[in-house]
């Protein structure tokens, strides 16, 4: 069982950054695929990034603004996000996926966080 808990969610202007930090409970976090998706009122949930062995991944609408890393001694996952717009509000998931690759379909994770909200002012 991993337990995921976000955090460094908030208000910002349009044009500002945050940074999102994910904490996995459990020995085998490096062993998992770990993505971010967000969901907006009235939206599905929407895969953003994914990072594992393989490398990252970012859906097109954030790539060039977000970064997603992970540092597996502190069995935490990020994600940087700047130039942020508007349309990035949401409540933003963290997730993890017991395979080598971050699925960008949230049906291939086992486990999510509870989420944190991100409001962009514009």
């Known amino acids: 069982q991993v337990q995921l808990v976000e955090s460094g969610g908030g208000l910002v202007q349009a044009g500002g950054s945050l940074r999102l930090s994910c904490v996995a409970s459990g020995r085998t976090f490096s062993s998992y695929a770990m993505g971010w998706f967000r969901q907006a009122p009235g939206e599905e949930r929407e895969f953003v990034a994914g990072i594992s062995w393989s490398g990252a991944y970012y859906t097109d609408s954030v790539k060039g603004r977000f970064t997603i890393s992970r540092d597996n001694a502190k069995n935490t996952v990020y994600l940087q996000m700047n130039s942020l717009k508007s349309e990035d509000t949401a409540v933003y998931y963290c997730?993890?996926?017991?395979?080598?690759?971050?699925?960008?379909?949230?049906?291939?994770?086992?486990?999510w966080g509870q989420g944190t909200q991100v409001t962009v002012s514009s």
């Open positions: 997730a993890a996926a017991r395979l080598t690759f971050p699925p960008s379909s949230w049906s291939g994770y086992h486990y």
